[in-house]
């Protein structure tokens, strides 16, 4: 028989989620913190003009690749973390909590995304002048193409940043790539 009071159940429940929170928290830090690996490791390793070695290519694309189902799963779990440990926490410590969610849930959103088309503009329409018109340093790199009687040179300072152009030349499609 329970002898204990209908005013005092929640005190003992608040107890027993206090003296379970430090693994309430840590459950709930390494959800979150596994969520917003999963979008931002590969993002921190796939960006223009730094290096990027083969083991990182390998490691950001399989992070990549699991990403969607993985920061879904991991920011559920945060979630149902975070709101057992809402009830325990002060003003401060809940103002952790959603931030830490919202970050989750923007790491979770853009794992679906294709973010690296933002970092890589493709040039929306190609402009070209002639070679005796052009502004370019003699000095300057150029990818050329010669099709027909056709050509057309893509300066490499413009390409490094776009890396590709879809361009015709004498009536061909082409990408041109860098």
């Known amino acids: 028989m329970n002898t204990s009071s209908p005013s005092q159940t929640p005190l003992r429940a608040e107890k027993k989620i206090r003296s ?6 840590t459950a709930f830090t390494f959800a979150a913190l596994t969520a917003i690996s999963l979008f931002f490791i590969p993002a921190f390793i796939i960006r223009p003009f730094t290096h990027q070695s083969p083991r990182g290519i390998l490691l950001a694309m399989n992070l990549r690749y699991h990403a969607p189902e993985g920061t879904l799963i991991a920011a559920i779990i945060s979630l149902i973390f975070a709101l057992l440990l809402w009830r325990a926490a002060n003003r401060w410590l809940k103002s952790l909590l959603v931030l830490a969610l919202t970050v989750v849930a923007f790491s979770t959103v853009m794992a679906r995304l294709n973010y690296f088309e933002w970092m890589f503009h493709p040039i929306a329409g190609a402009q070209f002048v ?4 052009s502004k370019l340093d003699p000095k300057e790199m150029i990818l050329a193409v010669n099709l027909g009687n056709d050509a057309r040179a893509y300066p490499i300072s413009q390409m ?7 361009d015709v030349v004498a009536g061909v499609p082409i990408a041109v790539t860098y």
Do not use: D, I, K
Not at 20 to 25: E, T
Not at 130 to 133: D, V
């Open 20 to 25: 379970s929170s430090p693994w309430l928290w």
């Open 130 to 133: 002639a070679q005796s018109s």
């Open 160 to 166: 490094a940043y776009h890396h590709v152009l879809n």
